[in-house]
Nanobody
Framework: QVQLMDSGGGSVQAGGSLRLVCTAS????????VTWFRQRPGYEREAVAY????????EYRSSVEGRFTISRNNADTTLHLQMNNLKPEDSGMYYC?????????????????????WGQGTQVTVSS
């Protein structure tokens, strides 16, 4: 399974932006679907944004749609989550997760149990 490393978190004021980076040990293009999850205090881990192995399907949690953008750099092994107009409720630990296309199903993209590769997480803190 691919190994992942998250980075790019930090502290910003409400309305600010951050760009998270997920660096993979091998190219995920055409091979792995990737989803960003977040863990907020007092909440279960929740899926935020998904990109299919070929990039043809992208999904977002409704609360972030229009503010967050997931993308894959097809020239190398990085994926990004651009987060704009951040809100205090976006604060939490963010993780990227990947699953091989053989077992990746878009209709279950929000289920953490589907993913076998996880980054270590990067903290995002948004102050009001």
């Amino acid at each position: 399974q691919v190994q992942l490393m998250d980075s790019g978190g930090g502290s910003v004021q409400a309305g600010g932006s951050l760009r998270l980076v997920c660096t993979a040990s091998e190219s995920t293009k055409d091979t792995y679907c990737v989803t960003w999850f977040r863990q907020r205090p007092g909440y279960e881990r929740e899926a935020v944004a998904y990109i299919s192995p070929w990039g043809s399907t992208i999904e977002y949690r409704s609360s972030v749609e229009g503010r967050f953008t997931i993308s894959r750099n097809n020239a190398d092994t990085t994926l990004h989550l651009q987060m704009n107009n951040l809100k205090p409720e976006d604060s939490g630990m963010y993780y990227c997760a990947a699953e091989h296309d053989r077992t990746c199903q878009v209709h279950t993209w929000t289920r953490a149990a589907m993913y076998h590769s996880w980054g270590q997480g990067t903290q995002v803190t948004v102050s009001s």
